[in-house]
């Protein structure tokens, strides 16, 4: 078997494949990267146990066949290599050239490595993943891109350490909260099937890596079957990557209780400069709970302050908002992170000085932010 191939395609495609391959495993097997060459291809694959990805490369091909080569002597080589194309030829080792440069690494025989599994588009109701879907690529990526700060990274936090996809009539909807809060985007795409599936969070970082790197396909494949969830997407003859990820148990229990729905005081602002407005006031917030103290006053103000050990900050803003003006404090991290995904308009809706308060954009997205004792 022999491949030759651009090494900048090469190193995009080792890339996605990089975070998933371990560099220690408890099968051995699990730190070495997959080769699989065809005709019109070259195809890298691996896993972890619990995430197994696979990557379609354009390549120009001589025979077919497989080998495990060790992932990461093999990363490290071609983020070195010096040339503008790879050739790489198979036997009882890879001989790997570039340029100047030459190289040969020892195989591993793939027979006892694990069988990984991947939803194919076109076969619905057939195999691992029975049901299946599609949508906007470029919307899903956005709905796990705004809820994934809200999971927990605590390991006690049990089920809140994934992002839950709900699936139906209404269409999809990605959540995720540690318990203290919670966020939301909800998609305009009705399902004809009623599912929920809770993907480790882990798993939603590498998702959207794998996803990012084909977004100009603009559709995503979704599939689903017990335990797991396959996503795909590329283009014909050129990047493409197959992915399948292991599901948590359970799902999250009754959230839409802590959603509120009735507000003394509904603020609009821009995000852009009040997110750097709660940056620079935060500096000096306490810092145990960065606490920074909302002030909406007459006038359609916005006096934003904290303090600390270290001193005293404040800034006004001018906004626009309906209600009852009010005081009412935050954790400032908790905040900005809830902004964090969001451009232009926002609104703040605050139920009242200790009643969660909810922050939402156009595009189907809402956080619920708990306020702190004033």
């Known amino acids: 078997m022999k491949v030759f191939i651009p090494r900048k395609t090469l190193s995009e495609g080792i890339s996605l494949l990089e975070r998933v391959i371990p560099s220690r495993s408890a099968n051995p097997l699990f730190t070495y990267l997959g080769l699989e060459v065809r005709p019109q291809a070259l195809v890298l694959f691996g896993t972890n146990g619990e995430v197994d990805l696979e990557v379609r490369l354009p390549a120009d091909g001589e025979g077919e066949g497989r080998a495990l080569v060790p992932a990461q002597p093999f990363f490290q080589i071609v983020r070195s290599l010096p040339g503008e194309g790879v050739e790489a030829s198979f036997a009882q080792e890879l001989l790997l050239s570039s340029g100047s440069f030459q190289t040969r690494l020892g195989l591993a025989p793939v027979e006892g490595y694990p069988e990984l599994l991947f939803p194919e588009p076109t076969k619905g109701g057939e195999g691992p993943f029975p049901v299946r879907t599609h949508l906007p690529l470029g919307e899903f990526l956005k709905a796990l891109a705004h809820v994934r700060y809200a999971a927990s990274n605590e390991e006690y936090r049990a089920i809140f350490r994934g992002v839950q996809l709900e699936f139906g009539s209404k269409g999809v909807r990605a959540v995720a909260s540690d ?118 006053t007459e006038g359609s103000k916005l006096l934003l302050s904290a303090e600390g050990d270290y001193g005293r900050s404040q800034e006004e803003l001018s906004v626009a908002f309906e209600g009852t003006p009010l005081l009412v404090a935050y954790n400032a991290r908790h905040l900005l992170e809830a902004l964090g995904p969001v451009e232009g308009g926002v609104e703040l809706l605050i139920s009242g000085p200790t009643s969660p308060s909810l922050l939402q954009a156009g595009g189907g997205y809402r956080a619920v932010v708990a306020p702190l004792r004033v």
């Open 179 to 296: 318990g203290y809060r919670l966020a939301l985007y909800d998609l305009a795409e009705p399902q004809p099937f009623e599912r929920k599936a809770v993907v480790p969070a882990r798993s939603v970082d590498e998702m959207v890596r794998a996803l990012r790197g084909v977004q100009e396909a603009g559709e995503v494949h979704l599939a689903l079957g017990p335990g797991m969830i396959g996503v795909s997407g590329g283009a014909e003859g050129g990047l493409s990557v197959r992915m399948a990820a292991r599901l948590m148990e359970g799902e999250f229990p009754d959230y839409e209780r802590v959603v509120p729905k009735e507000f003394a005081l509904k603020v609009a602002l821009e995000a852009d400069p009040f997110r750097e407005a709660l940056r620079r006031v935060s500096v000096l917030s306490d810092r145990q709970n960065h606490r920074v103290d909302l002030l909406f």
